[in-house]
């Protein structure tokens, strides 16, 4: 069986038996500055499928943040596959990060969604227009070999048609039809910002969505689908003093 879909069931299974599929409020690790200041930025990390909210600080990515004197708290919710499969993602989202985050007074809020977590970005984005300042998706997932494969096949986003479908029951035709919406100027497109590995299982995708970004807006080096390259195209980003 495909590792992919094993892991899917495995993850159906647990959240079945946990009884927690993706109704609850997102339980949440925050990062707030360390010198308590008073940040009004705030980086909101989404996780994989197979990993854990508890990695962006195992992996470094928090340290690096503080290491930069970067003026952000920030926060890693369990958004795990639960979520995506009730079709709650986005709603969980905006309850119970962003809207709260607001009202604390947070000026300036991005989204980085590793793999799954970038796929959630772009939905929370899609379903919330204009609500976030910023995204970063790495080694994003963005739908099936099929979807892709037809995609290209076209010759690109552009001269793709996606023709009739019922959005409720074909959601990668409805995303891929989403941004290229947003890429023709007929929806807003978010400040979004690209960074995978050029061997990744993915790459196929990410080429596509990286011809709908604006020059400056992809970071592309050697690797795969792997924490290790992850983690790098993190440190790149950071580099490119985006987070002020």
């Known amino acids: 069986m495909n590792r992919t879909i094993q892991v899917i069931l495995s993850w159906i299974l647990v959240s079945l038996l946990c009884g927690c599929l993706g109704h609850a409020p997102l339980k949440t690790l925050n990062y707030p500055s360390p010198d308590n200041s008073s940040y009004k930025n705030l980086l909101v990390f989404l996780r994989g499928l197979g990993g854990s909210h508890r990695d962006f600080a195992r992996e470094g990515f928090v340290d690096s943040v503080r290491q930069r004197h970067l003026p952000f708290d920030m926060s890693a919710p369990n958004s795990h596959f639960g979520y995506y499969f009730s079709e709650t993602i986005t709603n969980r989202l905006e309850t119970d990060i962003i809207l709260p985050a607001k009202a604390k007074g947070y000026e300036e809020i991005w989204l980085v969604g ?54 409720n029951e074909d959601w990668e035709r409805m995303f891929w039809h989403w941004l290229k919406q947003c890429s023709e100027g007929e929806k807003p497109m978010p400040n979004l910002y690209l960074g995978f590995g050029k061997q990744d299982d993915f790459n196929s995708a990410h080429q596509l969505l990286s011809k709908l970004l604006p020059e400056g807006h992809v970071l592309s080096i050697d690797g795969g689908h792997d924490i290790k390259t992850m983690k790098a195209l993190w440190l790149l980003f950071l580099q490119w003093d985006l987070l002020k």
């Open 114 to 167: 590793v793999s799954m977590g970038g796929f959630g970005s772009l939905m929370y984005a899609k379903d919330h227009p204009g609500k976030i300042d910023g995204i970063y998706v790495i080694a994003p997932f963005l739908g099936y070999k099929d979807m892709i494969d037809e995609i290209t096949a076209a010759g690109g986003v552009h001269k793709w048609q996606p023709g009739k479908y019922d959005p």
